[in-house]
């Protein structure tokens, strides 16, 4: 049987994310950004664009998505999935808050 096994790590309080904004945090080598939308929801995903690699973590956060600083790609913080006429896919992270605490599973 191959079961994926899910490591909650605990990266910090909810409220040092701010709202319609980011957190970068690191998992070895990975890079992840950490958004946190306006009604408190979070979503993680690797932080580079699928495009060029561009930092989502410095990118705009809106209507659930965000615009890479870099060449305006926009990027689903749901699906990591590019929008619009671009394609291309960055990794996510499943999250889950316990306690005013942002966990990721890594």
Same mark, same amino acid.
């Given at each position: 049987m191959n079961a994926q096994?899910?490591?909650w790590?605990?990266?910090? !309080? @909810? %409220? &040092?994310?701010?709202?319609?904004?980011?957190r970068r945090v690191l998992w070895g080598k990975t890079k992840i950004a950490v958004f946190r939308m306006s009604d408190d929801r979070v979503y993680a995903l690797e932080?580079?664009?699928?495009?060029k690699n561009g !930092? @989502? %973590? &410095?990118?705009?956060v809106h209507d659930g998505c965000v615009t890479c600083p870099l060449h305006n790609w926009v990027?689903?913080?749901e699906t990591g999935?590019?929008?619009g006429a671009?394609?291309?896919r960055t990794r996510t992270f499943p999250?889950?808050?316990e306690d005013e605490t942002v966990l990721i599973a890594l």
């Amino acid at each position: 049987m191959n079961a994926q096994v899910e490591n909650w790590v605990a990266i910090g !309080p @909810l %409220s &040092e994310i701010p709202r319609q904004g980011s957190r970068r945090v690191l998992w070895g080598k990975t890079k992840i950004a950490v958004f946190r939308m306006s009604d408190d929801r979070v979503y993680a995903l690797e932080d580079k664009c699928p495009h060029k690699n561009g !930092p @989502l %973590s &410095e990118g705009i956060v809106h209507d659930g998505c965000v615009t890479c600083p870099l060449h305006n790609w926009v990027i689903s913080l749901e699906t990591g999935s590019a929008q619009g006429a671009d394609e291309g896919r960055t990794r996510t992270f499943p999250v889950r808050i316990e306690d005013e605490t942002v966990l990721i599973a890594l």
